[in-house]
Each structure stands twice: as structure tokens, then as C-alpha cells.
């Protein structure tokens, strides 16, 4: 009995000693993307400082997250005047496992990080003392893309009008908190493909738009369905449910849809004055209709094209229930 007893401690023991092990390079060592931020100096050009502006307000959608949203109004636009100052909540009402605000990201913040800090922060979810921020914003995307685009985002952002806004710091719920630590990668950036090649433009500018995260089921922490086939639930504060629209195009999804009417979905929201107020009990979306509405004609037909040429999924959603209804 007494070598059974012994043998139980010493198998306890290093179990024991492994998980410690585990937590204290995960803790310590962790996040690792390969490199520590490059030496870099942007040339602020009007083309780079132009660019920067139609990805960070229309594409990668930067305001979305980083201004405070009126959700008084269809989709939520950006306040005016918020531009950049953060704020915007993701808890556990919405189904996140922490408390996670996004940061004010005008230069009255972004002043203490230097170019290659910022660039590393955008592309591998890496902040400058080395701990990672949670992926609501979608860093692995960004590191697929163009490292020009993501200069031009950096350039257009320094001149935000400062915002003397601290915003509270985020917290993610434990184990996540560790978890987290695993995520970020290094960077696998691309090049980005010639606007006539449609398919590869449109897929680029999808990866950009990080469609993928709203359009894909999601549960319990992970992807769970099929790419961009739609299905990924969202909680909103008045207890009713959105659903993720799927895109692929099957008939449940675009598969009747000719691009004229995929790009005038978006291009009737453009402008602030065509979103409809919203009353209590009726559809609300976090869709930011109206940001990516001033996307080009050509960007939103290379989209569509590169929608069509996926693999068609069958996926009946309901897009909106209201909370008596559930």
C-alpha cells in the first residue's frame, strides 16, 4: 500500500509540476510573434493619408469600434466628433468572456506608441509592453494583408483630431485570460492583388473587412460552421437575437442576388440621413451598414464576385427575433 501511496504522490507531483510549468511559460513567455516592433518611419503622402482613410472608415472599419456608436439610428454609425476616442462595450451581455472597451486610439493616446509599436500591435495582437489584446479586433486578418494598407491606416490615424479620453482598461475573464496569451501569431502578410484580378481583390478585401467573424457560426469559442455560410448568433442588450446572414451563394444565401442589388444593399445606407431611426422592439443590427457603404462600386462588385465563386452552403437563417419572441 505504502508503494501505491508513493507512486500516487510522485504521479500527482508531476502533474502538478507540468501544469505549473505550463502557466509560467504561457504567463512569461507568451505572447511570441517572432520579432520586437521594426524601426519604421511613415512617409505621409496625400495617396498613403487617402488610402488609410477609406480603409480605416469603409473596409477594415476602424471607427466602427474605436468611436461611440449611435444606435439610435439603423446600424449604429459613429458619432460625430467620437472619432477614434474608443468606448465601445463587449461583455458578457454580448456574450464575451471578460469586459473588453475598446482603447482611444487619436494621437492624444497613440502618442506613446511608435510606428513599428503600433504596426506590430495592428498585425499580430501584440501591444508595446508585450501583452495581447483580445481579438474582437481581428489582428490575424490584418496580418494577411498588404503591409502598404496597414502603413496607410497607421499614417491616416495619426491625424485624427486628440481626444483627451482615457478609457477604462479591458479585462478578460480567467481562463480566457491565459488563453488569450496563445493567440496571437506573426504576421503572414500579402500583396495586394491588382483590382481586375476580381476573385483575388474581392477575397483581399473580404479578409480586410474580417466578414468572417460576424458571417461564420461561432460557439463556445470557436468557428463551428461553414465559411461565411452565415449562423453566428448575437446577443443584443434588449434581449433580442441577431443572425449572421449567409453568403455563400446558395439560394439560402446570394444565390439569387445579381451584383446590382449586392452593392445597392450597401449604397442605400449611405449618408447618415438615410438610416432610419430605430424604436424599441424593432430590428437593430451591429452591422456597420453605413461604413461600408462608402465603399467603392468596383471594391463592392469584387466582393460579390469573389462571394459567388465560393462554395455554395445551404443555411436557412432567421436574422432577427425579438426578445418576447424567444
Known amino acids: 500500500m505504502n508503494r501505491y501511496f508513493k507512486l500516487g504522490i510522485f504521479i500527482f507531483s508531476f502533474i502538478?509540476?507540468?501544469?505549473?510549468?505550463?502557466?509560467?511559460?504561457?504567463?512569461?513567455?507568451?505572447?511570441?510573434?517572432g520579432s520586437p516592433p521594426e524601426n519604421m518611419n511613415l512617409v505621409n503622402t496625400p495617396e498613403a493619408l487617402n488610402?488609410?482613410?477609406?480603409?480605416?472608415?469603409?473596409v477594415m472599419v476602424c471607427m466602427d469600434c474605436h468611436s461611440k456608436r449611435d444606435f439610435s439610428l439603423f446600424s449604429g454609425p459613429p458619432i460625430p466628433g467620437t472619432e477614434g476616442s474608443g468606448g465601445e462595450?463587449?461583455?458578457?451581455?454580448?456574450g464575451f468572456p471578460g469586459t473588453f472597451i475598446s482603447p482611444n486610439i487619436t494621437p492624444s493616446f497613440l502618442k506613446t506608441y511608435t510606428d513599428g509599436e503600433l504596426f506590430?500591435?495592428?498585425?499580430?495582437?501584440?501591444?508595446?509592453?508585450?501583452?495581447?489584446?483580445?481579438?474582437?479586433?481581428?489582428?490575424?486578418?490584418?496580418?494577411?494583408?498588404?503591409?502598404?494598407?496597414i502603413l496607410s491606416v497607421i499614417t491616416y490615424i495619426r491625424t485624427l483630431t486628440p481626444i483627451e479620453k482615457i478609457q477604462p482598461s479591458s479585462v478578460a475573464d480567467f481562463p480566457f485570460s491565459l488563453i488569450m496569451r496563445t493567440m496571437p501569431q506573426k504576421?503572414?502578410?500579402?500583396?495586394?492583388?491588382?483590382?481586375?484580378?476580381?476573385?483575388?481583390?474581392?477575397?483581399?478585401?473580404?479578409?480586410?473587412?474580417?466578414?468572417?467573424?460576424?458571417?461564420?457560426?461561432f460557439e463556445n469559442g470557436e468557428f463551428t460552421g461553414e465559411y461565411l455560410a452565415g449562423g453566428r448568433i448575437f446577443n443584443m442588450p434588449d434581449g433580442s437575437?441577431?443572425?449572421?446572414?449567409?453568403?455563400?451563394p446558395h439560394k439560402t444565401g446570394l444565390g439569387n442576388w445579381n451584383k446590382d442589388q449586392f452593392t445597392e444593399r450597401f449604397k442605400q445606407f449611405e449618408g447618415r440621413s438615410e438610416l432610419n431611426k430605430v424604436q424599441a422592439g424593432e430590428m437593430q443590427t451591429i452591422m456597420p451598414w453605413s461604413m461600408y457603404a462608402g465603399m467603392t462600386i468596383e471594391d463592392l462588385g469584387a466582393i460579390y464576385t469573389y462571394l459567388q465563386s465560393l462554395k455554395p452552403v445551404e443555411n436557412q437563417v432567421i436574422k432577427f427575433l425579438k426578445a418576447e419572441a424567444l
Open 16 to 33: 502538478l509540476i507540468l501544469i505549473l510549468g505550463s502557466l509560467v511559460y504561457i504567463q512569461m513567455l507568451l505572447p511570441n510573434v
Open 51 to 58: 488610402r488609410g482613410k477609406y480603409l480605416a472608415n469603409h
Open 89 to 94: 462595450l463587449f461583455d458578457h451581455a454580448l
Open 120 to 149: 506590430r500591435l495592428i498585425t499580430t495582437g501584440v501591444k508595446k509592453d508585450g501583452n495581447p489584446i483580445f481579438p474582437i479586433m481581428p489582428y490575424a486578418n490584418y496580418g494577411k494583408m498588404d503591409k502598404e494598407d
Open 187 to 217: 504576421a503572414e502578410f500579402s500583396s495586394r492583388p491588382p483590382a481586375t484580378d476580381a476573385i483575388a481583390y474581392g477575397k483581399y478585401l473580404v479578409n480586410a473587412a474580417a466578414c468572417n467573424d460576424c458571417h461564420t457560426q
Open 241 to 248: 437575437t441577431l443572425t449572421s446572414s449567409n453568403l455563400t
